[in-house]
């Protein structure tokens, strides 16, 4: 029997209509339930409109002309930088005859991926040695995994990793043997991808700095869900992606503290991201144009300052709020249908994500999220780019439902209902069913 929860602080019913695609329906007739929103939220019209507007009446290369067109999508631009700035909390930077920028910290990239590329490749390639150690949790997207193996593979340091409990959190009193002399940079991600844990990163960052090591936050599953405040974190590194908190993809994000973003050589190089360049060489140009090499994402930046509007008018707690209702609710929910094991801690530990298998293994998780589709629910299945993590808990693939700001009790209970139907259904029949259409 499911436990009569709290009114919902936020009504997402409120905010569905802004979301034109809510509204489609799937497989004739069906109406879409969305729970994919760890891989990519959908966009609200308001985001879609500040595209369009940017495309039809400002577009031009930034930083580049003096025609009126250049200055107005130069100002769009900045603007965005700036709200970025104000969303995550960095500092503001006083402008000087060296540096007129005042938002120095923040780069435009292509993604989350990009910017942990950028500090491998930056940072790590300046200040990692042979036998230094770079540590990670068992629980990283392979986005913050694999450009610190390559990193290794390039320097000669060693990858180590945070352990995890069988609750899917982790082992924190590991830190003080894997927090050594020889750690350089601490990699973790906020919340994770899979278990949805809500990782203590600022404990984290605290004795990595007391261990001397620079700590990388991945907040592209934090930032989009609950406020980033890089200050009181006081990480070194921040990195997120536009798409997954409602704005376009093709726009990601790196904050740096400037000392060490100052210090780093350019990712790069090419057009915009130099002062001088001569026959003999080049000089970078100042922060944050030295990481940006090309024609950065011009209008997925200036729609991301829409979606941070939007993120910012709704609130980002009120966010994590209703986000705390739904998984508290599918937990509920999978336990009373049975059978199904949840991977990850309980619900108090974890934001907007519930991966979970069958326990016995059938029906598999992809054959779950098809069936899962002909109700029109869209979830995810397969290792969510956490092969290690999967490895981990013994599974080769999760099924994983996500949420998000529109999504309602309602369409929880509508999985559980599915998921019912498909512990019900013989498999065979199930599968050959979802074929014959
Ligand atoms: N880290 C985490 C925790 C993620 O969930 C993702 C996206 N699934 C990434 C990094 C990479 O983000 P992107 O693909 O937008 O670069």
Same mark, same amino acid.
């Given at each position: 029997m499911r436990t009569p929860c709290a009114a919902p602080p936020l009504d997402p019913e409120r905010f569905r209509p802004d979301f034109p695609i809510l509204g489609r329906m799937v497989h004739e007739g069906v109406p879409l339930v969305y729970l994919d929103n760890?891989? /990519? =939220?959908q966009r609200p019209r308001q985001v879609i409109e500040a595209m369009t507007d940017a495309y039809e009446r400002h577009y031009a290369n930034v930083h580049r002309g003096i025609h009126t067109l250049s200055a107005e999508i130069d100002e769009l631009y900045e603007g965005a930088r700036e709200k970025v700035?104000?969303?995550i909390n960095a500092p503001?930077?006083?402008?000087?005859?060296?540096?007129?920028a005042t938002t120095q910290e923040v780069i435009? /990239? =292509?993604?989350a991926t990009h910017s942990i590329n950028l500090v491998a490749r930056s940072w790590g390639d300046a200040n990692v040695r042979p036998g230094d150690e770079i540590l990670v949790t068992e629980m990283e997207h392979h986005s913050n995994l694999v450009p610190w193996y390559q990193l290794a593979q390039r320097t000669g340091a060693v990858v180590r990793h945070i352990p995890l409990t069988d609750d899917g959190l982790l082992q924190l009193d590991s830190l003080d043997r894997l927090l050594t002399k020889r750690t350089r940079l601490v990699a973790v991600s906020a919340v994770s991808n899979v278990l949805g844990t809500i990782n203590p990163v600022r404990e984290i960052i605290r004795r990595a700095h007391d261990a001397g090591a620079v700590v990388l936050v991945d907040a592209a599953q934090s930032a989009p869900h609950q406020p980033t405040d890089v200050q009181a974190m006081?990480?070194?590194?921040?990195?997120f992606s536009g798409h997954k908190m409602l704005g376009p993809s093709g726009v990601g994000v790196l904050y740096g503290k400037r000392d060490l973003l100052e210090a780093m050589p350019p990712f790069m190089g090419g057009g915009g991201m130099i002062s001088e360049v001569t026959l003999e060489g080049f000089r970078p140009l100042y922060l944050p144009g030295k990481f940006e090499a090309g024609t950065p994402p011009i209008v997925p930046a200036v729609a991301l300052s829409a979606a941070i509007d939007y993120l910012g008018a709704v609130g980002l707690e009120a966010i994590a709020a209703h986000e705390r209702l739904l998984t508290q609710r599918t937990h509920e929910v999978l336990?009373?249908?049975?059978g199904l094991r949840i991977i990850g801690p309980a619900p108090e530990h974890k934001a907007g994500i519930v991966s979970f298998v069958f326990a016995s293994g059938r029906p598999s998780g992809h054959d779950v999220a098809q069936f899962l589709d002909r109700y029109g629910i869209a979830v995810r299945t397969g290792h969510h780019c956490t092969m290690p993590l999967h490895k981990r808990f013994g599974v080769s693939a999760t099924v994983r439902a996500s949420f998000y700001l529109y999504n309602t009790l309602a369409e929880v209970d509508k999985l559980g209902e599915a998921l019912a139907a498909a512990k019900r259904a013989p498999f065979s029949a199930f599968l050959s069913a979802a074929r014959s259409e």
């Open positions: 760890a891989a /990519t =939220s700035r104000a969303f503001r930077d006083a402008s000087n005859d060296d540096n007129p435009f /990239t =292509s993604g006081d990480c070194d590194f921040l990195a336990e009373s249908v049975g």
